[in-house]
Each structure stands twice: as structure tokens, then as C-alpha cells.
């Protein structure tokens, strides 16, 4: 069982950032695509953004792109999300996710198998 640790959320201005960390506990952690999903008030559950266990083929939401970005530490079995510019449409409770070993990176929900607890980020106009 993998366990997954959001931090980093909080209550800011829109224009502002953040970056969030997901500490996963396994130890093939390089071996997993780790993603990024957010719920707004309301919503479903949606895509934010992959990386592959290399650090590889990145995906994002057409809706980030260019203000968010993805990374990971292997060394440290820790996902990031940065978060620039954000906006007030961006309040959601975040969530890391992780898929099995060797699985592409997927904007499914479906293609991951372990979810963090979600962090909260809210953003005020």
C-alpha cells in the first residue's frame, strides 16, 4: 500500500502562488507516473497534470498550461505542482495520484491507483 501526503495549500490572492508537494511512501516511486487532480466547489474531479517516472512526456490541462508546472524528486519520492498566477477559478481541493509501475501517464482518474487525503486551495479575487 502507497501512501500519499498533500501539502502545501492555503488561502491566497488571485495573482499569487503556491506550490504543493506530494511525499509518497513507496519504493518504486520512480517507477510510477504521478498526476495531479483537482474538485471545485460543486464539480468533479479533474485532470491537472502527469509526469512519467523519468521526469518525462509531461501532460497538462488546456486550462493551466502555461501557469502550472509539474516536477518530481526521485531521491526524495516527492511530486510538485507549481502554481503561478492563480486565479479565482482555480479554488479546488488538490489531490497527487499514483498509477502502478510503468503505466503512461494518463488524464484518467481510472489510470491511477493511489490517492493522497487532497489539500485545499482557495483563491480570492
Known amino acids: 500500500q502507497v501512501q500519499l501526503v498533500e501539502s502545501g495549500g492555503g488561502l491566497v490572492h488571485a495573482g499569487a502562488s503556491l506550490r504543493l508537494s506530494c511525499a509518497a511512501s513507496d519504493r518504486t516511486f520512480n517507477y510510477r507516473t504521478m498526476g495531479w487532480f483537482r474538485q471545485p466547489p460543486g464539480k468533479e474531479r479533474e485532470f491537472v497534470a502527469a509526469?512519467?517516472?523519468?521526469?518525462?512526456?509531461?501532460l497538462y490541462a488546456d486550462s493551466v498550461k502555461g501557469r502550472f508546472r509539474i516536477s518530481r524528486d526521485n531521491d526524495k519520492n516527492t511530486a510538485y505542482l507549481q502554481m503561478n498566477n492563480l486565479k479565482p477559478e482555480d479554488t479546488a481541493v488538490y489531490f497527487c495520484?499514483?498509477?502502478?509501475?510503468?503505466?503512461?501517464?494518463?488524464?484518467?482518474?481510472?489510470?491511477?491507483?493511489?490517492w493522497g487525503q487532497g489539500t485545499q486551495v482557495t483563491v480570492s479575487s
Open positions: 509526469i512519467r517516472g523519468d521526469g518525462g512526456n509531461i
Open positions: 495520484a499514483s498509477s502502478p509501475p510503468w503505466r503512461a501517464q494518463s488524464m484518467s482518474a481510472a489510470s491511477y491507483i493511489y
